[in-house]
């Protein structure tokens, strides 16, 4: 007898009503490109349906085999940790339902496009006169207590920032971690640039985007010899709904594994180490469905199992073997893009 599939998209939850319709448009979005698949959804808390739910709707339809990804763009508590954790405790009191779990959307080229089409669209709503060199690109990540997720943030603002040419770029963050928002353009501001787009890098919106906006504002208060603009954020771009797909085949696949090289869970991560082999647990329970929707009652009990993130991972990776040579042996190379970059490759020539 042949499984049958569905997919469980898990996000974290908002108390922003506008956050959970978008997050539930996403879902939609995703089911509409793999309609052989049941598609449901959920969150950790805040909102409803809980994860819970959105399983037990699956298991209604007679799917057997729950193919679930986060509904995150970084790996970082609730990705590594509180999610699994749901996720696992619902597979050891469901008998005959199997849960494969694939990995957060990442750094992946599809959501780098979609954040360019975003700036974009922000660089046409601004003003005539100011070249892409006298403009500073601010990259704005939520914000976590796990390094590793924080520096994918900067990997993304460099990505941005390369491929779009600006003068200068620059990464803060809405909560947890520094630089925070209105401190970060405060040090910016004194850079020098004529303008400076602010690049919310959220999936939906919620208090924490609206909170960027607000400090943006402040900022450009006290500075008005520079032009602020605020790009919008991914939501819905057709390219995000197509990471979210993608993720589904990798763990049909076979490579969906979690990226635990720098886990702080697993590794002895700069100033973590005490973290490593730390039970993990989600610490939702109490708070699953409270906000927009209804709330759930709590069970009262608590939790142990096995890391759950570990279950895939064999961490077998491939590498390129990168060429890092000074000279050409006759070969061609694609020109640099932004060779006329005033602080590039041709300034050394000065």
């Known amino acids: 007898m042949s499984e049958k599939l569905g997919v469980m998209v898990c996000g974290h939850g908002s108390r922003d009503e506008r956050a959970v319709v978008e997050f539930q448009s996403v879902a939609e979005g995703l089911r509409e490109r793999i309609p052989h698949m049941d598609t449901e959804w959920g969150f950790l808390e805040f909102a409803t349906p809980i994860i819970r739910d959105g399983l037990d709707a699956l298991l209604e339809k007679g799917?057997?085999?729950?193919?679930?990804?986060?509904?995150?763009?970084?790996?970082?508590?609730?990705?590594?940790?509180?999610?699994?954790?749901?996720?696992?405790?619902?597979?050891?009191?469901h008998e005959g339902i199997r849960i494969d779990y694939g990995r957060e959307l990442g750094i992946d080229l599809?959501?780098?496009?979609?954040?360019?089409?975003?700036?974009?669209?922000?660089?046409?709503?601004?003003?005539?006169?100011?070249?892409?060199?006298?403009?500073?690109?601010?990259?704005?990540?939520?914000?976590?207590?796990?390094?590793?997720?924080?520096?994918?943030?900067?990997?993304v603002m460099r990505m941005l920032w390369e491929g779009l040419g600006f003068g200068w770029g620059e990464v803060c963050y809405s909560g947890v971690t520094f630089p925070l928002v209105e401190p970060g353009l405060e040090q910016v501001a004194k850079l020098g640039y004529k303008r400076i787009i602010v690049f919310p890098y959220f999936l939906f919106t919620g208090i924490l985007v609206q909170r960027i906006y607000d400090h943006t504002d402040r900022?450009?208060?006290?500075?008005?010899?520079?032009?602020?603009?605020?790009?919008?954020?991914?939501n819905d771009h057709p390219l995000v709904l197509d990471s979210f797909a993608d993720r589904v085949q990798e763990i049909l696949d076979g490579v969906n594994n979690m990226n635990c090289q720098l886990c702080k869970y697993r590794e002895q991560f700069l100033g973590f180490e005490d973290q490593?082999?730390?039970?993990?647990?989600?610490?939702?329970?109490?708070?699953?469905?409270?906000?927009?929707?209804?709330?759930?009652k709590s069970d009262g009990e608590h939790h142990h199992h096995a890391p759950a993130h570990g279950n895939d991972h064999d961490h077998a990776h491939s590498?390129?073997?990168?060429?890092?040579?000074?000279?050409?042996?006759?070969?061609?190379?694609?020109?640099?893009?932004?060779?006329?970059?005033?602080?590039?490759?041709?300034?050394?020539?000065?």
Do not use: W
Request: no cysteine; proline share 7%; charged share 25%.
């Open 276 to 296: 490593v082999g730390e039970i993990q647990e989600s610490h939702h329970h109490h708070v699953e469905g409270i906000g927009t929707g209804v709330p759930e």
């Open 63 to 93: 799917v057997d085999r729950v193919l679930a990804v986060p509904g995150m763009l970084f790996a970082a508590g609730h990705a590594k940790n509180d999610i699994p954790s749901v996720l696992n405790r619902y597979q050891a009191t």
């Open 110 to 155: 599809k959501l780098i496009r979609a954040a360019g089409a975003r700036i974009e669209e922000a660089v046409q709503r601004a003003s005539p006169g100011v070249s892409r060199h006298e403009t500073l690109l601010v990259v704005v990540g939520r914000g976590a207590s796990d390094p590793d997720a924080n520096s994918n943030v900067s990997k």
């Open 219 to 234: 900022v450009a208060a006290r500075h008005p010899e520079i032009e602020f603009i605020k790009a919008g954020y991914l």
């Open 319 to 350: 590498h390129g073997e990168g060429e890092d040579s000074d000279h050409d042996h006759g070969h061609h190379h694609h020109p640099y893009p932004h060779a006329d970059h005033p602080l590039g490759p041709k300034s050394m020539k000065d």
